[in-house]
Structures are given as structure tokens and as C-alpha cells.
């Protein structure tokens, strides 16, 4: 299993980016799919995840700004981050959960401008 993270860059505050996870596989293969960060310094944190079912949980430092969503005919998820803030800076990285495995995929950079 591959996931192939793309669309991060930089932008100012109060921008908007939006991150892609492309599976090399059905999504119907997860439990779930998410997406962490890890910014300098720091351990890796949870953002944002969705599961088979369609139900999704945010970190509560990004509820009401970011969505996560997935489309199982082009077996992507996508991270829609508006209103970013410089503390949303980081590498994301997105998450695959297997009923036996985890898989990740490369990081891609965020970085926010003051």
C-alpha cells in the first residue's frame, strides 16, 4: 500500500490550502484515514481523521476550520484547511489504518506566514 501526499506549500495567515492523500488501493481497505502534523520540535499529533463509515474527528485546534473528506471512486482524502494560522505550520502526513496495520505516507510541508 502507497499513499502519495501532495498539496502543501506556503501561504499567508488567514489563507486557505488543501491537502491530498491518493491510496494506491481501495478506501474500503481502512477502518479509517487520517491526517497529522508534526511541526519542528514537536511530536506527531493527530488533525484530523474520517473513518468507513463517513463519521469524522478534528483536533479540537482546528474545528470549524478545517474538513476532511475522501472519495472512494478515486480512492483520494483531502484535507481543506481554511484560516490557517502560523501554529498550523508543520510537515502533515497522511494516515492509512488497516485492520492489522497502519501505513503513512511521505510528508508534505506546510508552512504559514504571519
Known amino acids: 500500500v502507497q499513499l502519495q501526499a501532495s498539496g502543501g506549500g506556503l501561504v499567508q495567515a488567514g489563507g486557505s490550502l488543501r491537502l491530498s492523500c491518493a491510496a494506491s488501493?481501495?478506501?474500503?481497505?481502512?477502518?479509517?484515514m487520517g491526517w497529522y502534523r508534526q511541526a519542528p520540535g514537536k511530536q506527531r499529533e493527530p488533525v484530523a481523521n474520517?473513518?468507513?463509515?463517513?463519521?469524522?474527528a478534528y483536533a479540537d485546534s482546528v474545528k470549524g476550520r478545517f474538513t476532511i473528506s475522501r472519495d472512494n471512486a478515486k480512492n483520494t482524502v483531502a484535507l481543506q484547511m481554511d484560516s490557517l494560522k502560523p501554529e498550523d505550520t508543520g510537515v502533515y502526513y497522511c494516515?492509512?489504518?488497516?485492520?492489522?496495520?497502519?501505513?503513512w505516507g511521505q510528508g508534505t510541508q506546510v508552512t504559514v506566514s504571519s
Open positions: 494516515k492509512a489504518l488497516a485492520a492489522d496495520f497502519v501505513y
Open positions: 488501493t481501495t478506501l474500503f481497505n481502512f477502518n479509517g
Open positions: 474520517i473513518y468507513i463509515g463517513g463519521s469524522t
